[in-house]
């Protein structure tokens, strides 16, 4: 079974940078996209971004667009989120998920297969 680390996460002020890494425990051989989710205290897991594996297209939500920058390390079979310009609305455990297929909605947390625990990030004002 596939698990996902996430690591990078922390404690910021408003404005400022963190870098978030998810890699597999173990080789993966089918993974179409990975993506970055979070969810706040009381509200619903939201969509943040994502990278196709082969091609690396990128997609992102609104609310992160300019600000987020998610890449990908074919090599290390790693996938990074650049978070800049940090605001308080950002702090949540951010996830890391892969998509082993075309199939569904590549911001749809429901296609995803598999998961990390989580990391905390927090943003103070």
């Known amino acids: 079974q596939v698990q996902l680390v996430e690591s990078g996460g922390g404690l910021v002020q408003a404005g400022g940078s963190l870098r978030l890494s998810c890699a597999p425990s173990?080789?993966?051989?089918?993974?179409?996209?990975m993506g970055w989710f979070r969810q706040a205290p009381g509200k619903e897991r939201e969509f943040v971004a994502a990278i196709t594996w082969t091609y690396g297209d990128r997609f992102y939500a609104d609310s992160v667009k300019g600000r987020f920058t998610i890449s990908r390390d074919n090599v290390q079979n790693t996938v990074y989120l650049q978070m800049n310009s940090l605001k308080p609305e950002d702090t949540a455990v951010y996830y890391c998920?892969?998509?082993?297929?075309?199939?569904?909605?590549?911001?749809?947390?429901?296609?995803?297969?598999?998961w990390g625990q989580g990391t905390q990030v927090t943003v103070s004002s």
């Open positions: 173990t080789r993966t051989f089918s993974t179409y996209s």
């Open positions: 998920a892969t998509k082993s297929g075309s199939y569904g909605y590549i911001d749809n947390s429901r296609d995803y297969d598999h």
